[in-house]
T-cell receptor, first 111, second 114 residues
């Protein structure tokens, strides 16, 4: 089946690290993505990882992939107020065009 | 940085009317997509388009929907006879390749059917 699951809400203190978790069901998923959606805006591609990788780091963002458990996480270091948004986990199989999205995790930042 | 642009940002239409949503993909991209997000629900795939043909479509993309690339820059989604349940945010996306290149999304068109 095709399903991507995320928790709906995450609240962190400014300056702390945020970790957003995601699980997917399709073991043939080849590409895994994190998109960010700010209020009233579109889906901004943050980062992506291929299924043959375990980790990818890009400045404050770290993506970890556990393919055995079908678990993907996004860590945002030194979380800032500008990081407040909805974060979508998504997957795509190499044989398909479509991206399958999770429900999104709303990240809120406490002062 | 090049981006996908969508117009209009908000479209209000009477039920039963035809609506055309417009998108200008990133200029050197070859693959084009439409997704929609009904309020409170997940982003859902509608259709992908390459080389002037539909390459994949979902169950949602029934006969009332059509896509077209009328010229070298625009990519449109037409809904022939709109229903109340077509109210959603519609996102256009494009990618250079379908393989290891990610899809880049526009800001969306909010479609409201009255």
């Amino acid at each position: 089946g095709e399903d991507v699951e995320q928790s709906l809400f995450l609240s962190v203190r400014e300056g702390d690290s945020s970790v957003i978790n995601c699980t997917y069901t399709d073991s043939s998923s080849t590409y895994l993505y994190w998109y960010k959606q700010e209020p009233g805006a579109g889906l901004q591609l943050l980062t992506y990882i291929f299924s043959n990788m375990d980790m990818k780091q890009d400045q404050r963002l770290t993506v970890l992939l556990n393919k055995k458990d079908k678990h993907l996480s996004l860590r945002i270091a030194d979380t800032q107020t500008g990081d407040s948004a909805i974060y979508f986990c998504a997957e795509r199989r190499s044989s398909a065009s479509k991206i399958i999205f999770g429900s999104g995790t709303r990240l809120s930042i406490r002062p | 940085e090049p981006e996908v642009t969508q117009t209009p940002s908000h479209q209000v239409t009477q039920m039963g009317q035809e609506v055309i949503l417009r998108c200008v993909p990133i200029s050197n991209h070859l693959y084009f997509y439409w997704y929609r997000q009904i309020l409170g629900q997940k982003v859902e795939f509608l259709v992908s388009f390459y080389n002037n043909e539909i390459s994949e479509k979902s169950e949602i993309f029934d006969d009332q929907f059509s896509v077209e690339r009328p010229d070298g820059s625009n990519f449109t989604l037409k809904i022939r006879s709109t229903k109340l349940e077509d109210s959603a945010m519609y996102f256009c996306a494009s990618s250079y390749r379908e393989g290891n290149q990610p899809q880049h999304f526009g800001d969306g068109t909010r479609l409201s059917i009255l």
